[in-house]
Antibody, heavy 122, light 108 residues
């Protein structure tokens, strides 16, 4: 069965850095676009970034551009999010999510991890 | 701010039909997908594309679209349908993803 397991969240000071990981299993990871989506406490969902199956195409939300970097290691079935220059408003549960369609980008997410909480506070 | 607009809250009597809407210019060109999220849980895809349900989603959930508005309809709402519902689609450029602000559904 498809599983996505995030890790790497925690408490970090403003201006600090954190690297999130998402371990994928139960499907051919290298065939799918993957995304990071976050949810601030008590708020709605916010798309953060996506990466193509090969890693050659990447997009970011304006709110994280130039601070966050998405990457993947298909040999390790893993997705990453390097977060630098963190701000209080980056506090959220971060989910990794699989695009619904193999090989192309649909923008629909059929599997989500359980999320990892990132708290940015002094 | 979100480019997709949803009503913050909607209520429905048990067994009745409810429609949750999502408005945005990008919906004129792209279909929306819909997610159900219960407290403390990750979102679950319930509708995608024109009107497609993933395996395991009850057929009381359906989707439709007209102009700049996408709709999620629950026909015969059940107590377990009480949740937050989010729409998402591509943005107007077609390259990015946007989510609506979410609708809290209460089943009375």
């Amino acid at each position: 069965q498809v599983q996505l397991v995030e890790s790497g969240g925690g408490l970090v000071k403003p201006g600090g850095s954190l690297r999130l990981s998402c371990a994928a299993s139960g499907f051919t990871f290298s065939d799918y676009y993957m995304s990071w989506i976050r949810q601030a406490p008590g708020k709605g969902l916010e798309w953060v970034s996506y990466i193509s199956s090969s890693g050659s195409t990447i997009y970011y939300a304006d709110s994280v551009k130039d601070r966050f970097t998405i990457s993947r290691d298909n040999a390790k079935n893993s997705l990453y999010l390097q977060m630098n220059s963190l701000r209080a408003e980056d506090t959220a549960v971060y989910y990794c999510a699989r695009d619904h369609v193999s090989g192309i980008w649909s923008g629909y997410y059929d599997y989500w991890g359980q999320g990892t909480l990132v708290t940015v506070s002094s | 701010s979100s480019e997709l607009t949803q009503d913050p809250a909607v209520s429905v009597a048990l067994g009745q039909t409810v429609r949750i809407t999502c408005q945005g210019d990008s919906l004129r060109n792209y279909y929306a997908s819909w997610y159900q999220q219960k407290p403390g849980q990750a979102p679950v895809l319930v509708i995608y594309g024109k009107n497609n349900r993933p395996s395991g989603i009850p057929d009381r959930f359906s989707g439709s679209s007209s102009g700049n508005t996408a709709s999620l309809t629950i026909t015969g709402a059940q107590a377990e349908d009480e949740a937050d519902y989010y729409c998402n689609s591509r943005d107007s450029s077609g390259d990015l993803v946007v989510f609506g602000g979410g609708t809290k559904l209460t089943v009375l």
